[in-house]
């Protein structure tokens, strides 16, 4: 029953900002790596920033020094800021997180994506 749910997405123009959110729910023993991939159209999932149980985090070369992942493991749920959006940022954001739960071990889990727009 882990659900993991995206949310913040929407329509902005480039140089914008958003704030993706990540809610985590369910029988969570842990939450281990977090990680935010996006798929642009015709193009393949792509891993853009993950971070550690710890708060290390790391980021893909084109987003550095634009986009901030954290997290709240009080509240299991991630977050990824994105400042100085720009058109080739458009793509679905995927929430992604290897929980341990009810399961022999620990397990990946997706959310449904949020669609991000970012507009000339």
């Known amino acids: 029953q882990v659900q993991l749910v995206e949310s913040g997405g929407g329509l902005v123009q480039a140089g914008g900002s958003l704030r993706l959110s990540c809610a985590v729910s369910?029988?969570?023993?842990?939450?281990?790596?977090m990680g935010w991939y996006r798929q642009a159209p015709g193009k393949q999932r792509e891993l853009v920033a993950s971070i550690t149980r710890d708060g290390s985090a790391h980021y893909a070369d084109y987003v550095k020094g634009r986009f901030t992942i954290s997290r709240d493991n009080a509240k299991g749920t991630m977050y990824l800021q994105m400042n100085s959006l720009k058109p080739e940022d458009t793509a679905v954001y995927y929430c992604n997180a290897n929980i341990y739960s009810v399961a022999a071990r620990p397990t990946d889990y997706w959310g449904q994506g949020t669609q991000v727009t970012v507009s000339s």
């Open positions: 369910g029988i969570i023993f842990s939450i281990n790596a």
